[in-house]
């Protein structure tokens, strides 16, 4: 999880290369078509498309052989800018070497000065402006990831110390939790402290958010250990296990669902056990396609939003929109957006009315809610555009396009321990329960048994499909 990813590092290097591109084609029209008196035009022998080529390929080779990238965020400007003249300027003297060597002559020398003045500035910028979004976003919930560590002698003080020596991560440590009593409250390192014992762990993943727990103990010491690492999983989430390596008899019994690899947490080698399989690569594509096509839709349904903005507004008094409080990966709040198909204050009237709940489980459903607001208010609930602004949560980072749906807190809280695990994914805006003809007759557990089975066999063309069959389901009103 926190080695440099290849998708990451490959789209970060065709953006620099398309950048680079961009800043010669930008200094060919500057040296050919802006007044520059006698330093000005451009010889048209020369084939200026073969030189574009030529650095094309040659930015490519150089910036994928260099690791150039390293976190934006503990850099200061000056060193980008140093790092980035470095690079273009090793690149060029390479250029001028393979242009000798392929006697490419007649280009302009003046050409070639604008061009590495531009691609200095062009990628600097595009560096210090990604440095800017990140730190703008670092103090934010969503972008921290939360670590409980069960043990707090030699190995999980080095892990500490190893983490707050590296405040680039994103890695904020919640605790220790060790076997005593006795020891809860004291300071294991850098102001983290033991917050529990094991006999804590399940409410402290009950009532916190973790993403991650390191075991930086041997196993052997943690009595009916297999038990702990059950209890962990069953909340989706995953485990790190620091060597001591004692955890044979659990892997001999895994789940097909249970994924096993070795990676390295910094700079430490650990085991990684998780109820997903995580395809980090694939992964970092689904947020890409998210954030574009959020953008897009929301610019393609800006008419809507003012059409259905007006309607609510003539039906009902209040708000257009609605925002309500929701449960987002391992458990982070956020309030996720709708156009407003209720009356005012339809939250308060819910007691009110909660003996005609058709839903089992802790959901809340009525077929015919007399809450609802009539026309506008049924036929965006029954084609499911009530969920449009959902897509703003997309932007936010704190929804997918596909997933489970987000859950209400109060029904978090009611979840059996296995239904807590489908908050180890990005909630979404459709998801294989909202598809479903009939998907407001479906039992609860079967609706949960469906986002674990999601979990479960993730791929990005599961997403792409779920999405093309959402289109039926929005055309067929199967919503309520």
Not at 183 to 203: A, E, K, P, W
Not at 313 to 342: E, I, N
Request: proline letters at 4%; charged letters at 20%; hydrophobic letters at 45%.
């Amino acid at each position: 999880m926190y080695s440099q990813r290849g998708v990451t590092r490959r789209l970060e290097l065709l953006l620099d290369v398309l950048l680079t591109e961009c800043a010669f084609i930008c200094a060919y029209f500057i040296k050919r078509h802006l007044p520059m008196g006698s330093y000005g035009g451009l010889t048209v022998t020369s084939n200026y498309s073969l030189l574009l080529l030529l650095i094309t390929i040659t930015w490519y080779v150089i910036l994928d052989f260099v690791s150039h990238r390293s976190s934006y965020r503990s850099k200061l400007s000056v060193s980008i800018f140093r790092n980035v003249f470095y690079l273009v300027s090793t690149c060029t003297v390479i250029l001028v070497l393979c242009m000798y060597a392929f006697k490419i002559s007649d280009i302009s020398r003046i050409l070639i000065f604008i061009f590495f003045t531009l691609d200095v500035l062009f990628l600097y910028t595009s560096r210090w402006i990604m440095r800017q979004i990140i730190m703008s976003k670092w103090n934010k919930d969503i972008y921290y990831r939360y670590v409980l560590i069960i043990g707090s002698r030699t190995t999980a003080r080095e892990l500490i110390q190893m983490i707050a020596n590296h405040p680039e991560t994103s890695i904020q440590i919640v605790g220790c939790v060790d076997l005593y009593q006795e020891d809860v409250g004291n300071t294991v390192c850098c102001d983290v402290q033991i917050i529990g014992t094991m006999d804590n762990l399940r409410d402290i993943l009950l009532n916190r958010v973790i993403d991650e727990v390191l075991i930086a103990m041997p196993m052997n010491e943690i009595n009916n250990s297999e038990w702990y690492l059950s209890l962990i999983n069953t909340f989706g989430i995953t485990i790190r296990i620091i060597p001591y390596w004692y955890i044979r008899k659990y892997m001999s019994l895994q789940p097909d669902t249970h994924n096993f690899q070795i990676e390295r947490f910094l700079s430490e080698p650990a085991l990684v056990l998780s109820t997903t399989q995580e395809k980090e690569d694939v992964l970092i594509l689904k947020s890409v396609m998210d954030y574009i096509l959020a953008a897009v839709i929301l610019l393609i349904t800006l008419p809507f939003f003012m059409i259905v903005a007006v309607s609510i507004k003539l039906a009902s008094p209040g708000s257009v929109f609605y925002k309500q409080l929701r449960c987002g990966q391992y458990g982070r709040k956020f309030y996720v957006y709708k156009f407003r198909t209720m009356v005012k204050n339809a939250d308060k009237m819910q007691n009110s009315i909660v003996a005609y709940n058709e839903a089992d489980g802790p959901v809340f459903k009525i077929k015919k809610d007399p809450r609802i607001i009539p026309y506008i208010g049924s036929f965006l609930r029954k084609v499911s555009l009530d969920e449009l602004p959902q897509f703003i949560n997309v932007l936010r980072g704190e929804m997918s396009i596909v997933g489970p749906r987000p859950a209400i807190p109060d029904e978090v809280e009611k979840y059996e321990l296995w239904q807590r695990r489908r908050l180890s994914m990005k909630p979404g805006i459709t998801c294989t329960w909202q598809i479903q003809p009939d998907r407001n007759s479906i039992l609860f557990d079967q609706w949960m048994k469906m986002d674990l089975d999601y979990i479960d066999n993730w791929s990005f063309w599961l997403d792409i499909a779920l999405m093309l069959k959402t289109i039926p389901a929005i055309i067929l009103a199967h919503g309520r």
